[in-house]
């Protein structure tokens, strides 16, 4: 019988460690309560990056966050890439390990990109098999995060919050509430994303993501590359009080800013808690040429 909670702790507010801030963190003191590792940027770094991260976990809790798991995908689960997250958690002893509720590649082929599953029951019973094996695999539970989609599947018969629900209900997992992905999937597809927070197991989710989308006008992309926008803030704070309050994550991967710069903006959610909410507008491209998304959306931050 999987346990109807988790047990996770609750670590306050996090932020991602990205390289171009290792010499920062080697002189000044980290200012937030943890850091989420991309996990396949450390699995074969044994280098510098690796002293630092041994240096940070001596004194802050870390967790992992994959995006190679490939859960929903066709293909058989990569034992090799589960041995290799295995021995990377071994390691860091991390609070938790999570990754995404997508796929990411198909008949041998890696797309760099997650990709969105159709929500119906057969992919349901599919991903809940993998994720049991991948639990046992790792010795711990998984936590799956929704992702950001720009496309729906005709063939899609249940909304994600359930999909999520059950998917955590039938296996233990716990869930990682990006609430930027659904602000911007309800954008791009006309949903109402306080009913997609509302709908969650709100007992299941264990982390939250927050994040600045691009906005393109007809759609937003989850490009992590700017201020967390009022809206955001806002799902984010009813979020916090549905579940009580959880580990809180800003997310910034694109045109990183200064160290210093981003635990400010980490620090906006302490005020959102407190009642603060910040007018802050849907931001542009980056680049005032940008007409159109290039690259991934998620990608290996070096």
Known sequence: MR?????LPRLGFGLGLRSCHFHHLLRHPAEVAWFEIISENFMDDHGFARHVLSTLARELPIVMHGVSLSIGSSDPLDMDYLARLRALAAWVEPAWISDHLCWSGVAGYTTH?????????EA???????????EDSLGRPLVLENPSSYVE?????IPEWEFLAALSGRTGCGLLL??????????????????????LPHDRIVQIHIAG???FGRYLLDSHDH???????????????????VSTLLEWDSAIPAYPDLVAELDKARAVLAGDLPEVPLSGPVREDASRPTGVIHDLVP
Request: hydrophobic share 40%; net charge negative.
């Open 213 to 215: 989308p691009t906005s």
């Open 227 to 245: 201020p967390v926008p009022t809206p955001v803030w806002r799902l984010y704070r009813l979020a916090q009080d549905l579940t009580g309050g």
């Open 124 to 134: 349901l019973d599919h991903v809940v098999e993998r994720v049991l094996r991948v």
């Open 113 to 121: 990109d997650l990709m969105p599953l159709p929500l119906t029951e």
């Open 3 to 7: 346990p109807a909670r988790l047990g």
């Open 178 to 199: 990006d609430v930027n992905n659904v602000f911007v999937s309800s954008f791009n597809h006309g949903f109402d994303p306080e009913r997609y927070i509302e709908g």
């Open 153 to 157: 599947y005709a063939a899609s018969t």
